[in-house]
């Protein structure tokens, strides 16, 4: 099974602040690599698909990159909506397995 | 738009079964594979296990492999999960969702005596 490894865990940040999630995986995933946001009680939303395209309603200021076994998510301007668990999953091969997610608090 | 809505969950013992569904709607639900996720309370996103869009083709994860059986009926645009052998860590909420990334608001299963 493909391994993905999230970094870090927890991360503290102000509003306005720039920040940047990374998510490794234990083989390569070519560019089959999701991004999610999830709200405390709330379904996951998608973000990014395939490692760097924006899913539809989502700010521009949200954007990620990568391919074959690093990938990154950067919020280039945070905003009080920001504020939530990320989890990144990899879809390149079954079982598809999700990071253990990084919590983004309000410093 | 698309609506995903889980239901089936409560409360059951272990050793016992329960059935899950998840009924679609606002989009071709015989187009896509579906896959069901769940998360423990306050864990992490586990994927349990995805079907084709004509239930031809299905993986499960090794945590649920044998007890576990999805399946979908295209006609009433309906995801199903089987889960039978339950244990106290299949005690989560479980989400359908889309290939294309839309979740429903998730059902809550608890395995408990």
């Known amino acids: 099974d493909i391994q993905m490894t999230q970094s870090p865990s927890t991360l503290s940040a102000s509003v306005g602040d720039r920040v940047t999630i990374t998510c490794r995986a234990s083989?390569?995933?070519?560019?089959?690599l999701a991004w999610y946001q999830q709200k405390p009680g709330k379904a996951p939303k998608l973000l990014i698909y395939?490692?760097?395209s924006l899913e539809s309603g989502v700010p521009s200021r949200i954007s990620g990159s990568g391919s074959g076994t690093e990938f990154t998510l950067t919020i280039s301007s945070l905003q009080a909506d920001d504020f939530a668990t990320y989890y990144c999953?990899?879809?390149?091969?079954?079982?598809?397995?999700f990071g253990q997610g990084t919590k983004l608090e309000i410093k | 738009q698309v609506q995903l809505v889980e239901s089936g969950g409560g409360v059951v013992q272990p050793g016992r079964s329960l059935r899950l569904s998840c009924a679609a709607s606002g989009f071709t639900f015989s187009s896509y594979a579906m896959h069901w996720v769940r998360q423990a309370p306050g864990k992490g996103l586990e994927w349990v296990a995805v079907i084709s869009y004509d239930g031809s083709n299905k993986y499960y994860a090794d945590s649920v492999k044998g007890r576990f059986t999805i399946s979908r009926d295209n006609s009433k645009n309906t995801l199903y999960l089987q889960m039978n052998s339950l244990r106290a860590e299949d005690s989560a909420v479980y989400y359908c969702l889309t290939t294309t990334g839309s979740w429903g608001q998730g059902t809550l299963v608890t395995v408990s005596s």
């Open positions: 395939e490692a760097s």
């Open positions: 083989q390569s995933i070519r560019n089959w």
């Open positions: 999953q990899q879809y390149n091969s079954y079982p598809y397995t």
